[in-house]
């Protein structure tokens, strides 16, 4: 039982590429999430899904898309990224809403620098 | 919507002391108040959750005790050891909500 995987675990940009971040998980949850993780800045929601099929924006969705076409991917793309980009992506699952009291379970992270 | 702000940013205590680190909340609808532990280099885990109808919650060292009036709530951790350091996420999600909002963390240091 793996839990919750990222690709790639680290990754440099030059301005104005694109990439996409895999977040995968194994137990069977229907709700996922994407975090940005900045020093000083805590932990924030860039989009998230509440099942398969489903997308919806965080606190810090600009510059950022996503998808999720099988209930165990997440999928996060930057089409051009910017300097301000930089950070470490975290993905999420949990098996209830936020608000019902489900753990989440993080991934181990991606470090994007963007140059 | 919920904004969490948590206090202090950076905390070091000596090893055995105890560490408190205090979150308030905006949204009086905050009904999931969980707590993550995160070391350097690794995920964040949780470690204690409490709900809006709980004032206090233990599991062996540390605890959470939530004031709803006051919309604060605030971890304990008693008997500090070394491996208590890490960065601390306070969280909340009021009812009706699918997402977390986290604070901005607070860097525990034990001093051994």
């Known amino acids: 039982n793996a839990g919750v995987t990222q690709t790639p675990k680290f990754r440099v940009l030059k301005t104005g590429q694109s990439m996409t971040l895999l977040c995968a998980q194994d137990?069977?949850?229907?709700?996922m999430y994407w975090y940005r993780q900045d020093p000083g800045m805590g932990l924030r929601l860039i989009h998230y899904?509440?099942?398969?099929?489903?997308?919806a924006k965080g606190e810090v969705p600009d510059g950022y898309n996503v998808s999720r076409l099988k209930k165990q991917n997440f999928l996060l793309g930057l089409e051009s990224a910017a300097p301000s980009q930089t950070s470490v992506y975290f993905c999420?699952?949990?098996?209830?809403?936020?608000?019902?009291?489900?753990?989440?379970?993080f991934g181990p992270g991606t470090r994007l620098t963007v140059t | 919507g919920e904004n969490v702000e948590q206090h202090p940013s950076t905390l070091s205590v000596q090893e055995g002391d105890s560490a408190v680190i205090k979150c308030t909340y905006s949204?009086?609808?905050?009904?999931?108040f969980p707590w993550y532990k995160q070391e350097l280099g690794k995920r964040p885990q949780l470690i204690i959750d409490?709900?809006?109808?709980?004032g206090e919650k233990k599991d062996q060292r540390i605890a959470v005790t939530l004031n709803k009036t006051a919309k604060h709530f605030s971890l304990h951790i008693t008997e500090t050891q070394p491996e208590d350091s890490a960065v601390y996420f306070c969280?909340?999600?009021?009812?009706?909500?699918?997402?977390?909002?986290f604070g901005k963390g607070t860097k525990l240091s034990v001093i051994p």
């Open positions: 999420a699952s949990s098996n209830l809403a936020g608000a019902q009291g489900s753990e989440q379970y």
């Open positions: 137990m069977n949850h229907e709700y």
């Open positions: 899904s509440v099942g398969e099929g489903t997308t």
């Open positions: 949204d009086s609808a905050s009904n999931y």
């Open positions: 409490i709900r809006s109808n709980v």
């Open positions: 969280a909340a999600s009021f009812t009706g909500s699918y997402q977390l909002t």
